[in-house]
């Protein structure tokens, strides 16, 4: 009887991946600041993009209502390869150079095959007047 429950644990083990689920970005701590200067300054078309972040890089956006909104750049088509995606020109969708999919900037739903996920969200907040503060 314990050998029979004990294949049946193996073969669950097994079947589950140890635990990794297909699409999966690992949480990897976040604690990113900048000003609002700053922000205005080096964003492009109201999309910040800062390296050395998240997994594969922040994505921080100005949504049209004045509101700020974080994604980690990294798509989640495929994210085992770490493909960055790229804000467009008109800062309103971002593309997987990899698979050509396209996620909203504004919530980071999925806009474009194959993306069938949103963009990782992270957290963010405004302190006092002059500062974003980015965090998971």
């Given at each position: 009887m314990m050998k029979y429950l004990y294949s049946i644990l193996f073969v669950l083990v097994l079947g589950t991946g140890c635990g990794k689920e297909d699409g999966y970005i690992p949480d990897?701590?976040?604690?990113?600041?900048?000003?609002?200067?700053?922000?205005?300054?080096?964003?492009?078309?109201?999309?910040?993009?800062?390296?050395?972040?998240?997994?594969?890089?922040?994505?921080?956006?100005?949504?049209p209502l004045g509101t700020y909104v974080a994604f980690d750049r990294c798509?989640?088509?495929?994210?085992?390869?770490?493909?960055?995606?790229?804000?467009?020109?008109?800062?309103?969708?971002?593309?997987?150079?990899?698979s050509g999919a396209k996620f909203s900037l504004l919530d980071g739903s999925p806009q474009k095959a194959p993306a069938e996920k949103n963009l990782k969200a992270y957290n963010i907040s405004l302190q006092g007047n002059t500062l974003l503060h980015v965090s998971n």
């Open positions: 990897v701590p976040v604690n990113y600041n900048v000003t609002l200067t700053e922000f205005s300054i080096k964003a492009v078309n109201n999309v910040l993009v800062v390296p050395n972040n998240g997994v594969g890089g922040l994505l921080i956006v100005k949504t798509s989640t088509v495929n994210p085992e390869k770490i493909c960055k995606v790229a804000p467009d020109d008109s800062g309103v969708t971002a593309t997987d150079p990899c």
